[in-house]
């Protein structure tokens, strides 16, 4: 079965220097400007998770949404990702719990393992452990978002007799998505039975996750497929490419660092960026940027895309005439070519 496309924004509220804002006055701007794009029909706002990161990268990303939800009432929550070593499966059932209940059935949930040294020491949390806490930490969440009471017993987690109050006001709890930089990744996915969020190779995370899928018995159709794949719309490449590219350049800055601190280019997944499905920037105005679009959607079998909307150093005025071009003539073009 089709899954109608969903369009969205992404933020990691990184705040160097560069932009002349206090943090607060970064968020406060932030949140009005998701409230106005919820009112421009965007359909997602997703969030990153970063600890220890000098430029104030996102660390908590439940109290943003919850007070994003507060002021909007179209956008859908979600992450890419939510590192699962460092969130208690528990609390963040309950943290989901309130936010589905906030904004009335609009939250959902991506989780990731994790993979740079310096935040694994931070929490005192051996890097070793990431895929176990991963992994039940993914068995707690499906079993918590039944709403029934439960017990588990696992390597790192033991509960007994544990229900999760308030109630969810979707039926199974939020929707849950795994990130997947490579096999593994991929066939927990499938496992779980969960969207995809894939970074790495196609062969090695999308193919699998829908081979897996496939051989349980599963139509991988029935799920959805995100990605972050950011869009500038503008008819003078020339005049607003060149101040969002030295913010990318910036962006990429850290993931780079993590890289390099977790064993080399291809970090943790053992991936380098040519090798992966494209996650460049399309700059162009709005025929070049839904051409684009719709190729990169039916090449990977799409649901779901996010664009950054406001890379580190820039603040919102910088992407707003962008991003309403993007909400108002791109999404609804993309939205028709692909509806379900």
Known sequence: MARALRLGVAYDFRN????GLSHHELYASIIEQVAWLDGLGLDLVWFTEHHFVEDGYLPSWVPVAGAMAA???HVRFSCDVCLLPFNHPIRLAEDLAVLDNISNGRVEIGVGMGYAPHEFRGFGIPQARRVSLTDEGLAVLRLAFTGEKFSFTGKRYTFEDVTI???YVQEGGPPLWVAAMSEPGARRAAQHKANLLPQGMRASTLDTWAADLRAHGTDPSEFRVGIIRSCLVTDDRERDWQTVRAAER????????FRQE???PGGASGITPGEA???TWIVGNVDHCVTEL???????GLTDIVTWAVPPGLRTDDMNPSLELYAREVAPRLRKRFAA
């Open 71 to 73: 002021r909007t009432k």
């Open 262 to 264: 977790s064993g080399g």
């Open 165 to 167: 109050r308030p109630g």
């Open 250 to 257: 910036r962006r990429m800055e850290v993931y780079d660092r």
């Open 277 to 279: 499905i494209p996650q």
């Open 16 to 19: 160097p220097a560069v932009s």
């Open 294 to 300: 719709t190729a990169f959607i039916e090449e990977y």
